[in-house]
């Protein structure tokens, strides 16, 4: 029996582990896009700040460390473009490889607006430790003195939270009207505001962003109450499903979520799906 596994963060490793467990002689194989498995995604805002310290401690097991413990086989920097039911195959960075079972625990990725300037040096996403590594790099290798984040959700604040204790003069900018939408009410969200006002932090809601400027680098972002001055820009957006890859499959999904039974069964046979 052959399971394959397509992400290799919590969902992903969890599973195969438990796979090896019970049945110790079947292959198991994991295949994710990031090079890293199994980090610590909350931590990724204090690595950005410093508080922790090394890269290290970002990651609970690197795939060596993994596949030592368990006996699955992990390849990272490995694409997952396609899955083809029919034949039993997924297709990854370009080769076809067969499974008997499939399990699908790719997560979410970050919603990048479709806006000019969001691929300039200096624009960061929050959702691997490389996304962490490279923007505490580039903000102590730059100087950076400025930075937005634009979302008021919990990785905007907590980013904009170790920015400001790194002391970079952080702007918070949502096209809300209010920190934390959908999460707080508006009193605890103007509690939050206050609080964040008082350590330093600007807070603009009702801001939507419309550009991000510069030649080689970033200088400003344009947002729908006016333009801010920066050196960095955080896109704390928000998240969508990473299963854009399977819209020619038949798996039964709405809005990107991919529908399951109790058993994480999905409709198509030997398909599974968690996170």
Do not use: W
Not at 5 to 12: E, P, R, S
Not at 222 to 250: Q, Y
Request: aromatic residues 6%.
């Amino acid at each position: 029996m052959k399971t394959v596994i397509i992400g290799g963060v919590a969902a992903g490793t969890k599973v195969a582990a438990k796979l090896k467990r019970e049945a110790p002689q079947d292959e198991v194989v994991i295949y994710t896009k990031s090079k890293d498995i199994s980090y610590a995604g909350c931590g990724l805002p204090y690595y950005i700040g410093g508080v922790i310290e090394n890269e290290e401690e970002l990651i609970v097991n690197t795939p060596a460390k993994f596949m030592g413990l368990t006996g699955a086989v992990v390849h990272t920097s490995s694409e997952v473009t396609a899955v083809n039911p029919l034949d039993k195959t997924i297709t990854v960075n370009g080769e076809d490889i067969a499974y008997n079972r499939l399990v699908i625990a790719v997560g979410a990725s970050p919603i990048i607006p479709n806006i000019p300037g969001v691929s300039l040096p200096g624009v960061f996403t929050v959702r691997t430790p490389e996304d962490a590594i490279t923007a505490r790099k580039f903000a102590e290798d730059h100087n950076c003195r400025k930075a937005v984040v634009i979302g008021g959700g919990f990785i905007g604040l907590e980013v904009a939270e170790n920015l400001t204790a790194k002391g970079i003069s952080v702007t918070i900018a949502d096209m809300a009207d209010q920190l934390m939408p959908n999460i707080f009410d508006y009193d605890m969200a103007e509690y939050l505001r206050r609080k964040l006002s008082e350590g330093g932090t600007r807070i603009l809601t009702k801001s939507t962003l419309q550009e991000i400027c510069g030649e080689n680098h970033v200088t400003s972002v344009k947002t729908s109450t006016g333009n801010l001055s920066c050196d960095m820009v955080i896109l704390a957006i928000g998240i969508r499903p990473a299963t854009a890859f399977l819209a020619r499959t038949e798996i039964e999904m709405e809005r990107g979520l991919i529908i399951t039974d109790e058993y994480q069964r999905t409709n198509i046979p030997d398909i599974y799906a968690v996170g």
